[in-house]
């Protein structure tokens, strides 16, 4: 018979240390022949990236050993960070930012660039030419340059001269990709204010003898459409993703016919086959031959897998029992790519293309993020909500109810809610496994995941409804989404708690401030001042606001209003901060200004720092300390006492 115990007081087998013990994080998967390339995020060694390679039917191995750590930097948020071709090898370390080669003779790093104040990311094989093209982000100078480069190979008659500019003039360049016959080039450019899924360019250009580029053309893209993923078909067949109809779809350009932008499905879907470009290296789909594209597809949250027939313009989901993917590569017999569910966690799978029926579809795990066993009674399984909001709409999101096989609440009560705010803010929550989620919900939290306007996946105007409203409809609807789940009695109304990190951060505290329906939160690297970060923060975001809030500085008043430190004293919630002290995308001032503000006001606080974290924890050590202590401080604001040994913390005000 199951216990009798308040919500939030029981025992779950998920600690913190279940959460980092033999975990990693997947991605970034390459093909090369035989071979497949990943990377691996590992908390236990402090968050190192490592590139492991696979031969089929082989085990795996570390192609950089400690200190290499595989990450590049450029928009601060990296991707593209290495790359792969006829086993050679290039990746950027994370220490100096510079690119480093693997020879298929020595694994020993041998360094290609020596440009201190340059990052590099997102680099392409040029074989015609014995090179690489980057793009590169120049901090020599307060003003931060990006331009696409080329950086000679080891053995060319130009090793080892310094990079040299291919493109410039625009604020931000990113997927370059050649043709297979090494005649065009194709890339990605935009401008500020825009952000790329705003709207950016993707422009063509011949690449000439001498390896300097004739005149480009503009095939697709403006200030309101986004584009991406480019990718070549064959030598004059370029693929590429677009929201011109209003949802990310495929089109194709053909070199013999430059005037004409042609969708790859006979109308548009009200799918999204593309994602927002946050990194470098994004892969929502591949081209396993001449006739077939591998896609991954969302809809209205969810996530599916399928095959686009190029010939005859025709879509099919397989039948996989994963609900979250990405990096999808594939060649003609095999596709892989990192997936998982609400209950499968996170792994590279191996798909035999050609053993796919109506029926079934035939796939292997090559390597999982976790090999702990999970008893699939403790894992809460997301309900997709749509719920009403503000301005006589919806709002969406993915309820998970307090789930734990050996523990029942007094009839009495209701479950405490946690609302989850992603960060962003263009970005979406994930049905993905979650231990971060189960966490809680085994614990006898119920657990709201907002997908709020402005998220992706639910359309382009669905997410544009944030332009202009930034602190205002993403805090409606977590509030809408709270007071939802009250009424229909899956929610204690005095129970209400909200967490978020980075923008997800800066509705939290929007919320705990600007109304009275949370009595706690959670702040990770949140926003409290908006004009703070917008006068202080990288280049990739810095005019990001003035779409989602208005342009600076002559929508000053509008920051002020919508700043919840100069608020604080219509604070009441209790907060928790969290903030690694080497963030340069939300500086540590941020946090704690609105600490100091709390505590002079005397409201339940407390403040917990990272000096070795930037932005996004990565250590083992900081994601066990920050659930146990986010947990405690429940506990103490909402008077349960959590099961197990969980460390306490002090806590200003209480």
């Known amino acids: 018979m199951p216990t009798i115990a308040s919500y939030g007081a029981w025992e779950s087998p998920i600690t913190t240390d279940f959460l980092v013990a033999d975990s990693v994080g997947l991605g970034s998967i390459a093909l090369d022949g035989a071979q497949i390339y990943w990377l691996e995020s590992r908390p236990q060694e402090k968050g190192r990236t490592v590139l492991v390679q696979q031969t089929r039917g082989d085990h795996a191995q570390d192609l950089t050993p400690a200190p290499w750590n595989v990450r590049s930097r450029v928009h601060e948020y990296g991707g593209g960070a290495y790359g792969v071709d006829q086993g050679e090898i290039y990746f950027i370390n994370n220490a100096d930012q510079q690119v480093y080669y693997l020879s298929k003779n020595s694994r020993e790093p041998q360094a290609l660039t020596n440009c201190p104040p340059c990052r590099y990311a997102n680099g392409i094989w040029d074989r015609t030419r014995h090179r690489l093209i980057f793009v590169q982000e120049d901090h020599q100078s307060s003003t931060v340059s990006n331009t696409l480069v080329t950086i000679p190979l080891p053995g060319s008659k130009s090793y080892p001269e310094a990079p040299e500019i291919l493109v410039e003039g625009a604020d931000f360049y990113s997927s370059p990709t050649l043709s297979p016959d090494g005649q065009w080039l194709a890339w990605l450019s935009w401008n500020h204010p825009q952000m790329p899924w705003d709207g950016c360019e993707l422009w063509v250009a011949p690449v000439l003898t001498t390896g300097k580029l004739g005149d ?48 790859l499905l006979p109308q548009a879907l009200e799918l999204e086959f593309g994602t927002p470009h946050w990194v470098f290296g994004q892969s929502t789909y591949a081209i396993a031959d001449q006739a077939r594209l591998i896609c991954t597809v969302g809809h209205q949250g969810i996530e599916q897998l399928g095959i686009l027939d190029l010939a005859h313009q025709t879509w099919e989901i397989m039948d996989l029992p994963f609900t979250d993917f990405h990096s999808i590569q594939a060649n003609a017999d095999r596709a892989y790519f990192v997936a998982s569910s609400p209950t499968n966690p996170s792994a590279i799978i191996e798909l035999d293309l050609r053993s796919i029926t109506s029926e079934s579809t035939s796939y292997k795990i090559l390597k999982t993020s976790t090999h702990l066993p999970i008893d699939p009674d403790y ?11 503000t301005a006589d709409t919806v709002a969406y999101g993915f309820y998970y109810p307090p789930t734990n096989p050996n523990f029942v609440a007094p009839a009495s009560e209701k479950p405490p809610l946690l609302v989850k705010c992603h960060g962003g803010p263009t970005a979406a929550t994930s049905t993905g496994f979650n231990l971060g989620i189960q966490f809680w919900t085994s614990r006898g939290f119920a657990c709201l995941d907002v997908n709020y306007r402005g998220s992706t996946g639910y359309g382009r105007d669905y997410q544009d409804a944030l332009q202009g409203h930034w602190g205002v409809y993403d805090v409606a609807d977590c509030i809408a989404g709270a007071e939802y789940l009250v009424e229909k009695g899956r929610a204690d109304p005095q129970k209400l708690a909200m967490r978020g990190s980075s923008a997800g951060g800066y509705t939290t505290l929007a919320a705990l401030t600007f109304s009275q329906t949370f009595q706690a939160g959670a702040s990770y690297y949140g926003v409290s001042d908006l004009e703070a970060l917008a006068q202080d923060t990288h280049k990739f975001e810095a005019r990001y606001f003035d779409g989602l809030v208005a342009p600076y500085p002559t929508g000053q008043q509008v920051y002020y209003q919508r700043s919840p430190i100069h608020f604080v004293e219509q604070l009441a919630a209790s907060v928790i901060f969290f903030q690694g002290l080497e963030d340069k995308v939300v500086p540590p001032n941020q946090a704690e200004m609105m600490v100091n503000a709390l505590i002079a006001k005397g409201i339940p606080v407390a403040y917990l720092t990272f000096p070795a974290e930037a932005h996004g ?36 005000g209480v």
């Not at 480009?216 to 070549?232: H, L, M, N, Y």
């Not at 495929?250 to 004409?260: N, V």
């Open 379 to 389: 894992l809460a399984v997301p309900q997709a909500l749509c719920f009403p909001t």
């Open 216 to 263: 480009g053309r503009k095939i697709a893209g403006s200030q309101t459409e986004s584009v991406g993923q480019p990718r070549w078909l064959d030598n004059q067949t370029l693929i590429f993703m677009s929201d011109r109809s209003g949802w990310g779809n495929p089109y194709q350009w053909q070199t013999d016919q430059p005037q004409h932008v042609l969708p």
């Open 617 to 652: 924890f990565r250590q083992a050590s900081t994601i066990q300390q920050t659930l146990a202590a986010e947990l405690y401080f429940y506990g103490q604001i909402f008077g349960f006492t959590p099961a197990g040994e969980i460390p306490s913390i002090p806590i200003q």
